[in-house]
């Protein structure tokens, strides 16, 4: 048991939607990442999606719902099933938590991050 610094370990490395594990609990990876761009529309049959903004701010869009922004200190739910695109204009730093071994590409088609662990 230890703590772990979130900003120390984005400090690692420079990459964009390539998840990084920094703990696990109940099956579940804990990650950080740094987002930048517009990631695919893509959705999570089986699965939440858990976003956590820790620097910057990001837009999730939805195929059947008006947008929703959120920044540091706020976190977004993405209920299973629900298409959805996360997207920053500039660089965005996030904490996700997902069951381990879900892709983070979900259905898109797109090949998925490796998810190391830090």
Do not use: C, Q
């Amino acid at each position: 048991m230890k703590s772990i610094n979130l900003y120390e370990k984005l400090a690692l490395f420079d990459s964009h939607w390539d998840p990084h594990v920094v703990a696990s609990y109940n099956d579940n990876d804990i990650m950080v990442v740094k987002f930048k761009g517009e990631f695919p529309f893509h959705k999570h049959d089986t699965t939440d999606d858990f976003f956590l903004v820790l620097e910057g701010r990001v837009t999730m869009d939805f195929d059947d719902h008006d947008p929703v922004t959120f920044g540091p200190g706020e976190l977004v739910v993405v209920p299973k099933g629900v298409v959805h695109r996360p997207r920053a204009n500039a660089e965005v730093k996030v904490l996700l938590i997902e069951p381990k071994g879900e892709p983070n590409t979900g259905d898109s088609g797109e090949t998925p991050a490796p998810k190391p662990h830090i």
